[in-house]
């Protein structure tokens, strides 16, 4: 067993433990964009692999058992599942498309992401970091109601203006009919929800095992922004979808709600649709948004 073998001593000196996993956490990461900004596959394969190499080498010198079932978190087994739905997406094009194949695609490998990680968790490492809260936290304050009116607001104002003056609206499909309308709801939807189930109850939550909150949200948005670049969003995109990303990560963390995250990501992909239906039918909804 490779948890028997003795490190050399001068390798096992640790640094805090924080400190020692932001450097594998950082390197996995940075696959993300590898994989879905610069679409050097090879490379984010190769990122995702040092990485779990580091993690391994801190797990031995933290004193963790990588591969013993329970116990201690072990950041090599944590982030080999990040690992693991990263290599899953990245199998198949992210280009958005609506055709019965490319959604039959999606939902294969989006799901996969999910459910692999799932499952590898709870059956082989036998720990339950994978949750999906759906109704935590409580009933919903007031200041949350309020944000979900916000969230509305800012994206009327920030969404169409996104996609029609920078063309980005031209990364997804023409939808000029009522299926295609309806295909695109049903896809716009479905990421968003698969978008918090990844990045947040996965990515987020395996990587505060090991790093303080701000840090390990800063990473997850890395990965976050890294697939909506590829998805469509590009151009000046990351100055509102990296702000989106690490605010999911505080509301998470502030309200411990699946439910409520999911909540406002599907309200602003409600605008995501809407404003994608205007900009490739001039004139269909111009008394909704301020440009036409």
Do not use: K
């Amino acid at each position: 067993m490779i948890d028997d073998i003795d490190a050399h001593p001068s390798d096992c000196t640790p640094p805090p433990a924080p400190v020692a996993a932001a450097g594998p956490a950082l390197v996995l990461c940075l696959a993300a964009p590898s994989l879905f900004v610069f679409e050097i596959v090879w490379l984010g394969w190769l990122l995702a692999a040092v990485a779990l190499v580091l993690a391994w080498i801190v797990d031995r010198c933290t004193g963790v058992a990588s591969f013993r079932r329970g116990g201690s978190p072990s950041l090599l087994r944590d982030l080999s599942l990040i690992a693991v739905g990263l290599m899953v997406v990245s199998s198949v094009p992210l280009a958005a498309e609506l055709d019965n194949a490319a959604m039959l695609r999606f939902t294969l490998a989006l799901g996969g992401a999910v459910v692999l990680p799932y499952l590898v968790s709870r059956f082989l490492y036998r720990d339950r970091a994978i949750r999906f809260p759906w109704r935590a936290g409580g009933r919903w304050r007031p200041a949350q109601w309020v944000w979900l009116v916000a969230v509305l607001v800012l994206g009327w104002l920030i969404l169409p203006f996104y996609f029609i003056t920078s063309g980005a609206y031209q990364n997804w499909p023409v939808v000029d009919s009522a299926d295609l309308i309806t295909r695109l709801f049903v896809g716009v939807g479905a990421v968003g929800i698969w978008d918090e189930l990844f990045f947040i109850c996965i990515t987020f939550v395996l990587l505060r095992r090991h790093l303080p909150n701000w840090a390990a949200n800063m990473l997850q948005a890395i990965v976050f922004v890294s697939f909506l670049w590829e998805l469509g969003y590009r151009e000046w995109a990351p100055a509102f979808t990296i702000p989106f990303a690490l605010l999911q990560g505080i509301i998470f963390l502030r309200t411990r709600s699946l439910g409520y995250i999911v909540t406002v990501h599907l309200l602003f992909d409600a605008v995501v649709f809407a404003a994608l239906v205007h900009a490739h039918n001039p004139g269909m909804l111009d008394a909704v948004f301020l440009l036409p």
